[in-house]
């Protein structure tokens, strides 16, 4: 950081409005998620999918939101944060109709990619400003943060379970939500701070290699991703082909899973405080495995959607502390978790794919059987974290972590870490 970067947000109402209005930016990201989730099996059945060409498609939104992520920092570094934030969520709200309007397979194989980019991008933007806001106020607010985003995809998705349960139309469903979101994405954003690079900083680079010593702690977020991509994904269709459930019930796997996400996530900060991220994350398997077990012996959808629950509050906060982990070890922390970073994306790159190839060639139980095993890997690698603990309490830095990005983290001196699009940001 420039060490102009003084915090800008100097009055108390400032302060509160630029909390307000990015808590509800990731409420708004989270819940164009949610809407399209939760209309996945009425994009299937009405393209007539197998399992597999289904799951195809649904690795297009991972491999478009990878290949457009670094477009997000340089948009940053340009036109400033909150020009970015609202052009990419903007973009973001209105690629929500596509998907529903595909004809046919290849065509939505394309509106997946480029509705995976825009979510990429504005991901990778709203989360540089929560930082940029973060450092500002001095207090964690990351938890808080990715809470709403939950809470958003969960209040999304409840529209979309009455949708289901009308036996609406996807198409205009799904356009009617974009529009509504599109027009409350454009007064939230006015109310954060212009935060824009500071003069003569370079654009951010397009690619980092990462040091080995993220790998490791990387395969710790790899499971959780692998387990959060697969459940919100295949929920729905696991609940209607493997126990029978309604379209309504179908639909309503992912509130259970998003339910238990946010309250998980909005809680886990005290969680982490007291146990600890090694102890924390060995929970957190346990209960995500006892999850899955009961997903894989469900008959029926009272048995499949509790499973699905504790899938969420298993995995909540395991990425966000391998991400902070990441930013313990090593001489450059950005660089670390860059590395995290590639590990944990191609879970979610590849989860959607390999759950739809398995369950095309044995069946949607054998998956999530993948999905059960990968939970108790969790389990037995959370100990992988413990070296990066130690290594902070030798820095004496345990508790401020370099990415605060995620969840259970906390602020660190602006001078000592770059901002995550790669630029310094300064307000003005």
């Known amino acids: 950081m420039s060490s102009t970067a003084t915090p800008p947000l100097e009055q108390p109402a400032a302060r509160r409005r ?33 399992p597999g ?36 969520l903007s973009l973001w709200c209105l690629a929500l109709a596509l998907p529903a309007l595909a004809p046919s397979l290849p065509v939505l194989c394309a509106v997946l990619l480029l509705y995976g980019a825009t979510a990429g991008m504005a991901d990778v933007a709203m989360n540089a400003q929560g930082v940029e806001i973060e450092q500002r106020l001095g207090r964690s ?51 954060l701070p212009d935060l824009r690079a500071a003069a003569g900083a370079e654009a951010p680079p397009r690619f980092a290699l990462p040091p080995r010593s993220s790998l490791v702690i990387g395969l710790v977020g790899f499971c959780a991703v692998f387990a959060e991509g697969a459940s919100m994904d295949w929920s729905g269709v696991y609940l209607r082909d493997v126990t029978g459930a ?13 339910l238990t996400m946010a309250v998980s996530r909005l809680a ?21 495995t006892a ?22 509050v298993g995995i909540a906060v395991t990425v966000p502390l391998a991400f902070a982990a990441a930013g313990r070890i090593g001489g450059n922390p950005s660089q670390a978790i860059a590395g995290v970073a590639t590990v944990t994306y191609t879970s979610g790159l590849i989860a959607p794919a390999v759950i739809g190839a398995l369950a095309q ?19 037995l690698s959370a100990g992988a974290l413990r070296r990066a603990e130690q290594h902070a309490d ?22 000592s870490t770059g901002s995550p699009t790669g630029g310094s940001l300064t307000a003005r």
Do not use: K
């Not at 498609?57 to 340089?74: E, F, K, W, Y």
């Not at 309604?246 to 998003?258: D, G, I």
């Not at 060639?361 to 389990?379: D, E, K, M, N």
């Open 361 to 379: 060639a044995t069946s949607l139980t054998v998956s999530f059987g993948l999905v059960t095993a990968l939970a108790l890997a969790l389990l």
């Open 291 to 312: 999850g899955g077990l009961l997903v894989v012996a469900a008959d029926r959808p009272a048995l499949a959607i509790p499973g699905f629950a504790l899938l969420g």
């Open 246 to 258: 309604s379209a309504t019930l179908a639909a309503a796997s992912y509130t259970a899973f998003s």
């Open 141 to 191: 607010i990351m938890s808080g943060l990715h809470g709403m985003w939950s809470a958003g995809g969960l209040l999304a998705s409840a529209f979309g379970i009455l949708a289901a349960h009308l036996a609406l139309d996807a198409r205009l469903q799904l356009a009617v939500t974009a529009l509504a979101l599109l027009a409350l994405a454009q007064p939230v954003c006015r109310g």
């Open 394 to 415: 030798g820095r004496g830095t345990a508790h401020a972590p370099a990415d605060r990005s995620r969840p259970g983290t906390t602020a660190t001196d602006p001078e």
């Open 18 to 50: 630029a909390r307000a209005s990015i808590a509800l930016v990731f409420a708004v990201h989270g819940a164009v998620s949610g809407s399209f989730v939760t209309r996945i099996p009425w994009i299937q059945d009405r393209l007539d999918l197998s």
């Open 268 to 288: 886990g900060d005290a969680v982490i405080r007291r146990l600890g991220a090694v102890r924390t994350t060995r929970l957190g398997g346990a209960v995500a």
């Open 53 to 88: 060409q289904l799951g195809l498609a649904l690795v297009m939104p991972a491999i478009g939101s990878s290949l457009a992520m670094p477009l997000a920092g340089r948009i940053t570094h340009r036109h400033g944060g909150r020009a970015a934030v609202r052009g990419l």
